[in-house]
């Protein structure tokens, strides 16, 4: 939709200063939205988004695509069950999408892919290490190229008409994907449903800058190095370019 978006390259990546992971996850639930395309030229691990407890036994990441044929949603202990994995992915690479990461109370995941079930699972672990500090980063392409437009996260699951109503939201504007549910409300911004935590827009001037500092000075002119990506939600939880 001739939009501004952030591009990443190499194993550049925004990053938060250390957060402890209840600044966005409550009691094991969490709803994450993510506008961006994913180039085939990465390899390794091209993390969409990341937050690892520092033992790294606990974390809250999603890999769409990755390189190895597969998609991960690790949400707990990957290596003890808090892992969905997809292995039908060849269709999302160098794809605009809105992929949405959603973790129930009740030990479900699942994965939207415009809008649309991509993955399920119905016995996830918890996050056991809640009171750990890392950073959250977006964006983690190692060697290729990366694109995004636009970072919810909820610290709470969304059911099936509030979620609707984000891709919604997040499909009319960025002009991704097909929506079909003319029954669902399209809401202004991602404010409209509770739980915000964070929210990073490629399309707020206001939010973006060129300086490291966050409210210094200007945006950055097109094609230049961001220095911070101003988060809207009510966690403040800005971001820093490049590591």
Same mark, same amino acid.
């Given at each position: ?16 200063a250390s957060v402890a992971s209840s600044r966005f996850v409550s009691n094991n639930q969490a709803s994450l939205f993510m506008v961006y395309r994913s180039g085939s030229d990465d390899s390794g691990e091209r993390v969409n988004f990341g937050w690892d407890s520092a033992s790294g036994s606990n974390r809250v990441r999603g890999n769409l695509p990755r390189d190895n044929g597969n ?24 794809? +605009?999408?809105? %992929? ?19 993955? %399920? ?7 056991? *290490? ?16 990366? =694109? ?25 504007? +960025? ?10 409300? =399209? ?15 490629? *399309? ?5 800058? %060129? ?17 911070? +990506? ?8 800005? =971001?820093?370019?490049?590591?």
């Amino acid at each position: 939709n001739n939009k501004p978006v952030m591009k990443t390259s190499g194993t550049q990546k925004f990053q938060t200063a250390s957060v402890a992971s209840s600044r966005f996850v409550s009691n094991n639930q969490a709803s994450l939205f993510m506008v961006y395309r994913s180039g085939s030229d990465d390899s390794g691990e091209r993390v969409n988004f990341g937050w690892d407890s520092a033992s790294g036994s606990n974390r809250v990441r999603g890999n769409l695509p990755r390189d190895n044929g597969n998609s991960y949603f690790d949400f707990g202990n990957s290596s003890s069950g808090g892992r969905l994995v997809e292995s039908n992915i060849s269709s999302l690479y160098d794809t +605009w999408m809105v %992929a949405s990461y959603l973790r129930h109370p009740n030990d479900s995941a699942e994965i939207f892919v415009n809008g649309e079930l991509f993955a %399920a699972s119905s016995a996830m672990t918890d996050l056991l *290490d809640n009171s750990g500090t890392s950073t959250l980063d977006l964006a983690y392409p190692s060697g290729g190229t990366d =694109y995004i437009a636009e970072f919810v996260i909820y610290n709470a699951a969304l059911g099936d008409t509030d979620r609707e109503n984000v891709e919604n939201y997040l499909m009319t504007k +960025w002009g991704v994907g097909i929506w079909a549910g003319n029954d669902v409300a =399209y809401i202004a911004n991602p404010e409209n449903i509770s739980g915000l935590r964070t929210w990073l827009d490629a *399309d707020d001037d206001g939010s973006i800058f %060129a300086s490291e500092t966050c409210g210094t000075g200007s945006a950055p002119a097109e094609n230049e190095i961001i220095g911070c +990506w101003k988060d809207k939600g009510s966690k403040a939880l800005s =971001y820093s370019y490049p590591f």
